[in-house]
């Protein structure tokens, strides 16, 4: 749970019996959360902050704040620029103390640790594995590119939750390869292939018999037998599409037949095809295919 222990005190709590958050104030500004982690997007005016999070965490910062000042459990302040781009990886269990004279706004990723774990084990040699933290003022533009995803999804009126857990995923193989101190398996290195027919017509029969579920890219990767980030890019290689794209699609076209063949209602027959709401569907179709549902429920009649 994500507890103020005061007004500038926030400690994250992945240990909560399942290994998610329960609770996120509407003051942290816009967040999502996928069986990965935590994404949210913060807004602040000058302010300071003490933090501690037992799993690891991550920042990306969206507009430059000059000025902050940084320490970690009882070391003095660190004071420097904060660039757009600028990654920090904040160690789990240690408390840190932030200071900052302009407002700022940044892209914070809280990964559940259970999930982190089991992500480094599919693309690393060896289980262990310890995050490396970059210097203050690093700036990782990959990192922003994904951050910037991240931070227009959640902030969208209806969410692609797999889309959001296709990019935390692909953020995540990004720090630990790039931040961890253990070498890339060989395989992960190597591996290029598309999805086998086989595997192909599993995930394709897994997706649609739960389309209505909510997925993520571990539980469809464990079917190919693959790491999340070889399957994400196996499945674009092998259907032209990301996986969340080909999702939307089964889940549209399964709307517009039972918009065509059925009379249930537009608000029953989303939440049956894996939309949140009768606007989120509303939204997808005229997203994609510029209609309606009242209108293609028209053409039925």
Avoid: C
């Amino acid at each position: 749970m994500l507890k103020f222990g005061g007004k500038n005190f926030v400690e994250l709590d992945f240990n909560n019996g399942e290994g998610k958050l329960s609770t996120i104030p509407d003051e942290i500004g816009p967040w999502m959360e996928t069986r990965l982690g935590l994404v949210t997007k913060s807004s602040s005016p000058p302010g300071s902050l003490s933090f501690r999070s037992n799993a690891e965490f991550a920042a990306i910062a969206l507009t430059p704040s000059p000025n902050q000042e940084v320490a970690y459990a009882s070391d003095r302040f660190q004071s420097f620029d904060a660039p757009v781009g600028q990654l920090v990886i904040s160690p789990s269990n240690v408390d840190k103390r932030l200071r900052w004279s302009s407002p700022k706004e940044i892209l914070a990723v809280g990964f559940n640790s259970e999930a982190h774990a089991n992500l480094a084990a599919t693309e690393l040699d060896g289980a262990d594995w310890e995050m490396q933290p970059p210097k203050f003022g690093h700036v990782d533009l990959r990192a922003l590119r994904l951050a910037r995803a991240m931070a227009l999804e959640i902030s969208e009126a209806s969410t692609n939750e797999l889309y959001l857990d296709s990019l935390l995923t692909v953020f995540g193989v990004h720090l630990i390869r790039n931040y961890s101190k253990a070498k890339l398996k060989q395989t992960t290195v190597q591996n290029r292939r598309r999805l086998s027919p086989q595997t192909s017509k599993k995930v394709l029969e897994y997706m649609h018999e739960h389309m209505a579920d909510n997925l993520s890219i571990e539980i469809i990767a464990r079917i190919s037998r693959m790491s999340a980030s070889h399957f994400i890019r196996a499945f674009s290689m092998t259907f032209g599409i990301p996986p969340h794209k080909y999702l939307v699609r089964i889940r549209l076209q399964a709307a517009e037949r039972l918009l065509l063949e059925t009379r249930l209602s537009i608000s029953d027959i989303a939440l049956q095809t894996g939309f949140s709401s009768q606007s989120h569907l509303t939204n997808a179709m005229m997203r994609y295919s510029q209609m309606t549902p009242g209108k293609i429920r028209m053409a039925s009649d």
